[in-house]
């Protein structure tokens, strides 16, 4: 059976071995992927029982990696990854030389040859295009600032990569490897940026104005079914052709698809409808990577395999947190960067490959490669969350701070302590929406950690105590337990989303609504159990068109028709 169709029985082992393990990963409290790539090894040719196609899997996984380049550049436009560039290049190619520099010192400590520890070199300071998509999507930092200059440090990468395997073969005589006749090196580099220039030229100019046109044509039919194959067509088609025709990767064919069409009205509803598509086969690119890991690879050189993860996970993100900061960015985006390059991924094995293909990599460099690959997308989660506690302590600290000014206010009316509602920062929307609140006569009780604001909320009358209410103290301070409602009514949405869940386990019955200023912030704050969230752009909208109609008279010109333009 298994032989007889290879393609049904890999997705179909795939798809519910990684459910199950994802489920078990889930109730162990360890993040999904970690249960992707187990399934992987369970189903891979070094342990027992069912045997996936080895050839297949990473293959079907590719098509996870494009659906998700294309969702990038779906919200990316030209002129944000312009943007980043001043950063971005530089950042990528130091951090190249660190970790190419890092993994020669490990070859040459274990006594492998300079092409060898070239080969691992590279192969160690690439990151993979889905761990980080997935890490930054999941805590919806895909369109901030540091989020654009992650993924715009990553398509640097990309494209040296692009390079470097085109390279390697011309250089491979040179560094003691298998001698390739006819290629030169400067003739594979030329043609090789040829390539790509010739690939973003047509993106550009033809791509630009033909892929639109194709969505919007598709779109006017009114068939839903038409406009998701044109969506999947185009971006599996642009990828796969520029991979043919130009020899870029399919990840970068798919970023520039997705970011011509990122200025297209329709390329919100594109994104939405390839979503359950590339979660798919995102996850069939962990299961993979769990396919080609030999875990005996651990107990043979345990050594070199700390020393290959020791290179990802410091070596790698030290530097890169160091060329951040030197750009003179905030330690928390150097941090954010760090964290999301932290890690190797599928550039990695295809490296190695060619490595060993070439003569100039042994094969246990491809098992240390994969060791590190495994190791560091299960620790990547892991190092977020770790970030994400050292920002929350740091906002304690600053709101601390501020609280600790408390003593100096003068006493305000006391707290409500039944039916009450909550209202969470005082800035320039929570101050409106409290004002109203108390101007109806709602009972309220107002947490915020600027001093200055709490005593401008009990002048009004307001009952207000100084703090952050991500604090479950502060939370308990204002009978979050009793209280009707809280209205969530600061910018941080990750810190609102804590507010939220800890509300909601003190006060299952508490309406709660939240402040949000894009779509992707507005489902992460539902998904924390807010009844309704509001997105302060769309609001911002429907008032300037209801200011527009109100003001029909003042944009109408009543002599348009009668006195055209002399010009
Ligand atoms: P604005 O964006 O102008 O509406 O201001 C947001 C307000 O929320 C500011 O006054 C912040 O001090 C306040 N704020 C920020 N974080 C918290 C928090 N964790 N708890 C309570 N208030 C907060």
Not at 37 to 64: K, N, R
Not at 321 to 332: M, Y
Not at 422 to 431: D, E, K, P, T
Not at 445 to 466: C, K
Request: with cysteine; aromatic share 6%.
């Amino acid at each position: 059976m298994t032989h007889a169709t290879p393609l049904i029985a890999t997705l179909v082992s795939a798809f519910v071995l990684a459910y199950v393990a994802g489920m078990l990963a889930q109730r162990l409290r360890l993040p999904p992927i970690v249960g992707y790539l187990l399934a992987g090894v369970a189903i891979g040719p070094f342990t027992p029982g069912i045997v996936a196609d080895q050839a297949l899997a990473p293959e079907l996984s590719e098509i996870g990696v494009i659906l998700l380049m294309f969702g990038v550049g779906l919200h990316f436009s030209l002129g944000d990854l312009l943007a980043v560039r001043a950063i971005a290049l530089p950042g990528a190619a130091v951090q190249i030389a660190i970790a190419t520099a890092l993994g020669m010192l490990l070859a040459w400590l274990t006594g492998w040859p300079v092409g060898a520890g070239l080969v691992l070199g590279l192969a160690l300071s690439t990151a993979s295009t889905v761990v980080l998509l997935r890490a930054l999507e999941e805590r919806s930092l895909l369109e901030t600032q540091r989020g654009r200059i992650a993924i715009g440090w990553l398509i640097v990468e990309d494209l040296a990569m692009v390079l470097t395997l085109v390279l390697l073969p011309a250089l491979a005589g040179l560094l003691g490897g298998t001698t390739h006749d006819g290629v030169n090196l400067y003739a594979a580099l030329g043609l090789t940026l040829a390539k790509v220039a010739a690939f973003v030229a047509v993106m550009l100019l033809f791509g630009r104005r033909a892929i639109p046109w194709l969505l919007e044509r598709t779109a006017g039919t009114g068939s839903r079914e038409l406009f998701t194959l044109a969506v999947l067509g185009i971006a599996l088609g642009v990828a796969y052709a520029s991979a043919v025709l130009f020899g870029v990767s399919f990840a970068l064919g798919a970023f520039f698809a997705g970011m011509v069409l990122n200025e297209s009205k329709l390329s919100h509803q594109a994104a939405q409808d390839s979503l359950p598509f590339r979660d798919a086969f995102a996850v069939l690119f962990f299961v993979s990577v769990g396919m080609l890991f030999d875990p005996s690879i651990l107990v043979r050189a345990p050594l070199p395999v700390l020393g290959v993860l020791a290179i990802i996970l410091f070596g790698k993100s030290i530097g890169a947190f160091l060329i951040v900061r030197a750009f003179g960015r905030p330690t928390e985006v150097g941090l954010t960067i760090a964290t999301s390059l932290a890690q190797i991924g599928e550039f990695a094995f295809i490296l190695a490959g060619l490595g060993i293909e070439l003569g100039l990599l042994p094969k246990d460099g491809r098992d240390l490669v994969l060791a590190g690959a495994i190791l560091s997308i299960c620790a990547n989660p892991l190092l977020f969350i770790a970030l994400d506690r050292w920002v929350a302590r740091r906002e304690a600290a600053r709101v601390a701070a501020a609280a600790a000014l408390e003593p100096d206010l003068p006493p305000g009316p006391p707290l409500p302590e039944r039916d009450h509602v909550i209202l969470v920062g005082f800035g320039r929307v929570g101050s409106l929406v409290g004002q109203r609140l108390h101007g109806e006569g709602t009972p309220l009780a107002l947490i915020e950690p600027d001093a200055d604001a709490v005593e401008r909320a009990r002048a009004l009358g307001i009952p207000a105590l100084v703090g952050n209410a991500a604090s479950v103290d502060k939370l308990g301070a204002v009978h979050v337990a009793d209280a009707r409602a809280i209205v969530v009514a600061i910018p941080q949405t990750l810190e609102a989303g804590q507010i939220i869940r800890h509300a909601r386990e003190a006060n299952p019955a508490i309406a709660v609504l939240a402040r949000a200023h894009s779509d992707e912030e507005v489902a992460y704050l539902l998904g924390c159990g807010a009844d309704a969230a509001v997105m302060g752009e769309r609001e911002i909208a429907r008032s300037m068109c209801e200011s527009v109609d109100g003001l029909a008279r003042w944009f109408r010109r009543p002599d348009a028709e009668a006195a055209p333009d002399a010009a």
